[in-house]
C-alpha cells in the first residue's frame, strides 16, 4: 500500500503592503492641557520629546472603533473585498478585555469573518511584528491578503500625574493589507526581545493585584533613562542588521519610520545611521504623540499623504518597547 501524500498550500515568493489606514483620535490635546498634574510646562515637554500636541480619544470613541475605521480605509483602497482575507492580526497592548482577542471582533467588524483572527502583545515593537507574521503568512500561500493592524487607546490607562510617560501617550490605529506581489516588497524581519529589561516599561501593577484591592487602577509607566539607552544605542545596531539582510543602504531609502517614542530618540538614531539629508525621518510624534502599536503605520500613513514619499520608494521601519521588543524590516512604500 502507498503512502498517502499530504497537500500543501501554494506558496509565492514575495509580498508587499497594498495599501494603508489610519485613525487617530479625535480630540487635540496640548501640552498646556497636561501640564499642570505633572508640574511641568509647554516649553519642557517640547525640549524633552518634541511633541507640540498629541490625539486622544474622547470616551465614546473606543480602541475597536478606530481600529474599524483605519481598516476599512485600507481595505479599500487596497482594492480588496473584506471576503478575502485570509487572516487578521491586531497588536495592541490596550484592549479592555483578557478574552475574547480584539482581533476577532474586528473581523466581524470588517466583514473578515471567518478569518482566522488573533493578538499579539508586543507594545511598540508589534505593527512591525505583524508586518513580519503577514509576510510569512502569504508567502506560505496560508492566506491571500492579511490585515494587520496596530491600535492603541492609551488614555484610558494613564495617570495624569505621572512624570515619566503619561505626557507622552496619544491613540489611534494605522491598519495595512499584505498581499502575494510578483517582486520582494517587505524584506526579511530583523526581531528579537530582551527580557533582562522586561520592567523598563510596563504597568504599574497586575489585575491581580487589582483583584485583591492590593492596587490602584494600572496605569503605564517608564524607566526613561533605561529605555532611552536601549533604544538609541541598541535599536541602531537592529537597524543596521535590517539594511544589511534587505540587501539596501541608507542613502537608497525613501525614509525611515521609527517608533514615535521621543524626538531625540528618533533625531538620535538617524544621526547614528548617517542618514543623508534626502531622506525623509518621520516625525508623527509631534502632532500625535506616542501611540504605542500604532505609531510606525500612522508616521508612515502621513509620510505618504502629506507627499513627502511617493508610493514605490524603500522605508526602513522599526518597533521597539515594553517587553522589550522590537522588530524592523525594509519594505516598498504601497
Not at 515568493?13 to 479625535?26: C, V, W
Not at 505583524?130 to 488614555?155: C, F, M, N, T, W
Amino acid at each position: 500500500m502507498s503512502q498517502p501524500t499530504l497537500k500543501q498550500y501554494q506558496p509565492t515568493s514575495y509580498s508587499r503592503i497594498y495599501a494603508l489606514g489610519a485613525a487617530r483620535g479625535d480630540l487635540v490635546v496640548t501640552n498646556d492641557d497636561i501640564a499642570g498634574p505633572i508640574d511641568s510646562s509647554d516649553e519642557w515637554i517640547q525640549r524633552r520629546t518634541g511633541i507640540i500636541s498629541r490625539r486622544r480619544a474622547s470616551a465614546n470613541v473606543s480602541l475597536l472603533d478606530m481600529a474599524v475605521e483605519a481598516s476599512n480605509i485600507a481595505i479599500k483602497r487596497a482594492g480588496i473585498s473584506p471576503s478575502e482575507i485570509g487572516a487578521v492580526i491586531f497588536s495592541t497592548i490596550t484592549h479592555p478585555h483578557q478574552t475574547p482577542s480584539a482581533a476577532a471582533l474586528l473581523a466581524d467588524r470588517v466583514g473578515a469573518n471567518p478569518a482566522p483572527a488573533f493578538d499579539i502583545s508586543a507594545a511598540c515593537a508589534g505593527y512591525c511584528y505583524g508586518i513580519a507574521q503577514a509576510d510569512a503568512l502569504v508567502r506560505s500561500g496560508v492566506a491571500k491578503y492579511v490585515l494587520v493592524v496596530g491600535g492603541e487607546k492609551l488614555s484610558d490607562f494613564i495617570d495624569p500625574t505621572d512624570r515619566t510617560i503619561s505626557f507622552l501617550l496619544g491613540d489611534g490605529a494605522g491598519a495595512a493589507i499584505v498581499g502575494p506581489s510578483d517582486t520582494p516588497g517587505i524584506s526579511p524581519t530583523v526581531w528579537g526581545s530582551d527580557g533582562s529589561h522586561w520592567d523598563a516599561v510596563g504597568m504599574t501593577a497586575s489585575l491581580i493585584e487589582l483583584r485583591d484591592g492590593t492596587s490602584a487602577w494600572p496605569t503605564l509607566r517608564q524607566d526613561g533613562a533605561t529605555v532611552f539607552k536601549w533604544a538609541v544605542w541598541e535599536m541602531v545596531k537592529v537597524a543596521r542588521q535590517a539594511l544589511e539582510v534587505a540587501g539596501v543602504k541608507p542613502e537608497e531609502l525613501a525614509a525611515i519610520v521609527t517608533h514615535q517614542a521621543n524626538i531625540r530618540i528618533i533625531d538620535e538614531l538617524a544621526k547614528q545611521l548617517e542618514v543623508p539629508e534626502n531622506v525623509v525621518v518621520a516625525r508623527d510624534i509631534i502632532y500625535t504623540g506616542n501611540t504605542s502599536a500604532a505609531s510606525v503605520p500612522l508616521a508612515m500613513d502621513a509620510l505618504l499623504e502629506s507627499g513627502a514619499v511617493k508610493s514605490g520608494g524603500l522605508a526602513l521601519e522599526i518597533g521597539f518597547g515594553a517587553g522589550l521588543a522590537f522588530a524592523a524590516q525594509v519594505v516598498v512604500l504601497p
